[in-house]
């Protein structure tokens, strides 16, 4: 089964990135509730609407009927990874540069974990500026536990005095 659910996963990977204009966030297939449920998580730069997971999934539906790879019932479920999200490649990091964003760290020299929420400044592989109400931190991404994007609502728009 392992190894009939690796290759489902390369498959979908690739097909997704060779046929579509969108990324794959991740890719799932497992057993849920006695079926087996492949889940596709899409993303791009500017975001992921119902037509584009419609579209993605028109494109696998059709691929994996025709190769018939998975010999058995299965559900596909295309969707992005949403608003808070959590960051699994260095592009989730990159495009959330000046972005609110909940850390959890593990910190090597006290030996504990940390969990807050800073602005991200900076991203690099080898270092992360946040920027805290205490200021600006650096730690590296190997002390990244976890990173999640944080949904901030927009600023409503002042209202216009009225004249008199």
């Not at 998580?41 to 419609?54: A, K, V």
């Not at 760290?105 to 080898?126: N, T």
């Not at 730690?139 to 004249?163: C, H, M, T």
């Amino acid at each position: 089964m392992e190894e009939l659910t690796q290759q489902v996963i390369d498959v979908v990977w690739r097909l997704v990135e060779e046929k579509t204009p969108y990324e794959v966030y991740d890719v799932a297939f497992r057993q849920m509730n006695r079926q087996m449920v492949l889940t596709v998580y899409i993303d791009s730069p500017d975001g992921i609407t119902i037509r584009d997971c419609e579209t993605v999934s028109r494109t696998l539906s059709d691929y994996l009927d025709q190769n018939d790879l998975i010999h058995r019932a299965y559900t596909l479920e295309v969707s992005s990874p949403g608003i808070e999200r959590l960051f699994k490649r260095q592009v989730d990091y990159e495009r959330h540069v000046g972005k609110l964003v909940k850390w959890r760290l593990y910190d090597k020299a006290k030996k504990k974990k940390e969990v807050f929420q800073a602005r991200l400044q900076q991203f690099s592989p080898e270092k992360i500026v946040v920027s805290t109400e205490k200021g600006l931190r650096e730690f590296e991404l190997g002390d990244v536990l976890e990173a999640r994007a944080v949904f901030e609502f927009p600023a409503k728009p002042k209202k216009k005095g009225k004249k008199g």
